[in-house]
């Protein structure tokens, strides 16, 4: 027989999991946002715009964060999705996991923009 602790626990232990996937996956978006649509992002992966080759770094960067934003797209789909579907926010496991799916796809995307910044072959 289980009491009440037990499963207030349980859900205190969803609800943790739950804030602790928004808030890395808001981090992840933030992260991602800044590198791709700030000049800051070109100066972290390029180093200084006065360094030859500085432009055709920009460029190759430019290509990749144009394909970076596929999974990036369905990172922010997926999180939205995890609060505004009725049926996922009756389920707080089923919640988390698509969470946990949103933040693969930023883990992608993320990977995608460092695998651009290596040199070009």
């Known amino acids: 027989m289980s ?3 037990d499963r207030f626990g349980g859900v205190r232990a969803v609800s943790a999991v739950l804030t602790g996937l928004v808030v890395a996956g808001a981090a992840m978006a933030a992260a991602y946002s800044l590198l791709v649509f700030t000049e800051s992002g070109d100066r972290v992966f390029c180093g200084d ?3 030859q080759g500085y432009q055709k770094c920009v460029d190759q960067m430019a290509l990749f964060a ?3 934003l596929i999974p990036a797209m369905l990172a922010l789909i997926l999180m939205v999705a995890a609060f505004a579907t009725p049926a996922l926010r009756a389920r ?9 799916y949103s933040l693969v ?3 992608i995307a993320g990977g995608t923009l460092i695998v651009g910044s290596l040199p070009a072959i």
């Open 3 to 5: 009491s009440s602790h």
């Open 49 to 51: 715009p006065l360094v």
């Open 66 to 68: 144009i394909a970076s």
């Open 92 to 100: 707080s496991v089923l919640r988390a996991q698509t969470l946990g």
């Open 105 to 107: 796809a930023w883990a």
